[in-house]
Each structure stands twice: as structure tokens, then as C-alpha cells.
């Protein structure tokens, strides 16, 4: 478990800036070369990497991946994710809307209610927008860190919706009749609420799923009209 869990933070570690070739994986991980390379060879039939003869490669998901189980084999959680980029989350969350054909838009700043605000990640597929807070860096969140981070998420959504026929020219609205807003909050670990105040918490990698079953759903959530 230990020499599976260094060899995965060695690889989030160097594959940060990019591919990098396998023996500074061992090196950095302390592991001979042939047990990394073995181990390597696993971790590319589970789909974690990708191996390009001398060098190896992970992309924005398998980076995620690999972080998730890094820290299921007991990594400390704070030292993974400070391999982890900001906008490495981001990116996922919006490629993952995009292939669901949602136009995104990532940290939308609008004024509504008497003050300013900002959406992480926004996502359109007429008349669905889904407006996503990313909470990647939290484990094990208390329930009144949760409730309190879907609790201002509601709140953002709302003042989104009242503002939506303001901005519509801004995120592409124009020739779009009403909109249904749906807040949720995107994080990196299952949180211990999945819902709360009928307002999602979901894991980054069932995103997928989430929007494949979003429209069948909506009315059991909290969502905001906006006419346009």
C-alpha cells in the first residue's frame, strides 16, 4: 500500500507541468525502477496513466483519479491536492458540461441584490443553466460546512436568476424564452450530505451522471425561473 501510495503522489507530483519520463517517477517515489515500472504498467491497465514508451502522461481526469485514490490508501489529503492546480477542477467540470452540449462559462462575475457575485463554473443548454460551486479542496466536511456552502450557493443562484435578463447578451442568452436555474455544489470527495435544502452535493467524476439524469429530476430540486 505505502510504495503504491508514494508512487501515485510521485506521479501527480511530476505530471503536474505535463508528461514526464518514467525513471524521475521512481527516483522521486524511492522505488527501484523495475517495481515502478511493473507497478506502472497496472496503473495504465487501470486507467490511471498513460504509458508512451519511456514517458508517462496523465490527463485532467486521470489526474483526479489519481488523487481520489492516492488518498483512499491514506496520502495526507492537503499534500495531494497541493498537486492538484485550481483550474485543473475547473477544466474537468467544463469539459464534462461541454460534452453534454452546455455552453460554459467559468467565473461570471454580475452584481444582483445590492452586491457583487461569481458563479465558478455556469453551464447553458437551453432553458437548463446550472450553476456550480467547486469545493475541491474539502474532506470530510462537518454538516455545517456543508449546509453553509449550499445555503450561500442558493442564495447565489437566486440573485443569478433575478439578474439573467440583464445578462442574457453576456452568457449567450439571446434567443432563449426562460431559464431554469439549478444550484449544486461540485466537489472532489463525496461529501457526507448528497443533498440538502433539495440542492445537489456531487462528486466531480458523477458529474456525468448527474447531467445524464438532470432532466428527469429538476422538479424535485431547488431551481429559480427567469423569463427573458
Not at 481526469?61 to 492546480?85: M, P, T, W, Y
Not at 474532506?139 to 447565489?156: E, F, H, L, M, P
Not at 452535493?201 to 425561473?225: C, G, K
Request: aromatic share 10%; charged share 25%; net charge positive.
Amino acid at each position: 500500500m505505502t510504495v503504491e501510495r508514494n508512487l501515485l503522489r510521485s506521479i501527480l507530483k511530476l505530471t503536474k507541468r505535463g508528461p514526464i519520463e518514467k525513471t524521475l517517477i521512481s527516483r522521486d517515489a524511492q522505488i527501484p525502477v523495475q517495481i515502478a515500472d511493473d507497478m506502472l504498467k497496472d496503473f495504465s491497465k487501470a486507467g490511471f496513466v498513460q504509458l508512451r514508451g519511456k514517458v508517462i502522461e496523465a490527463s485532467l481526469n486521470q489526474r483526479v483519479k489519481i488523487a481520489i485514490h492516492a488518498v483512499r490508501l491514506g496520502a495526507d489529503f492537503e499534500s495531494v491536492c497541493n498537486f492538484l492546480e485550481w483550474n485543473e477542477f475547473e477544466k474537468i467540470a467544463a469539459t464534462t458540461f461541454e460534452f453534454n452540449y452546455f455552453n460554459v462559462i467559468k467565473g461570471l462575475r454580475f452584481k444582483g441584490a445590492g452586491r457583487r457575485w461569481e458563479v465558478d463554473v455556469l453551464g447553458c443548454r437551453e432553458p437548463i443553466i446550472v450553476s456550480a460551486d467547486c469545493k475541491h479542496w474539502h474532506q470530510g466536511w462537518t454538516r455545517s460546512a456543508i449546509t453553509k456552502t449550499i445555503d450561500a450557493q442558493v442564495k447565489r443562484t437566486q440573485a443569478l436568476a433575478n439578474a439573467v435578463p440583464t445578462l442574457r447578451e453576456k452568457i449567450g442568452l439571446a434567443d432563449w424564452k426562460e431559464a431554469t436555474l439549478i444550484p449544486m455544489v461540485l466537489s472532489l470527495f463525496p461529501a457526507l450530505l448528497k443533498f440538502y435544502r433539495n440542492t445537489p452535493v456531487v462528486p466531480i467524476l458523477q458529474l456525468q451522471d448527474f447531467l445524464n439524469e438532470l432532466p428527469a429530476h429538476i422538479d424535485s430540486m431547488t431551481h429559480f425561473f427567469a423569463h427573458l
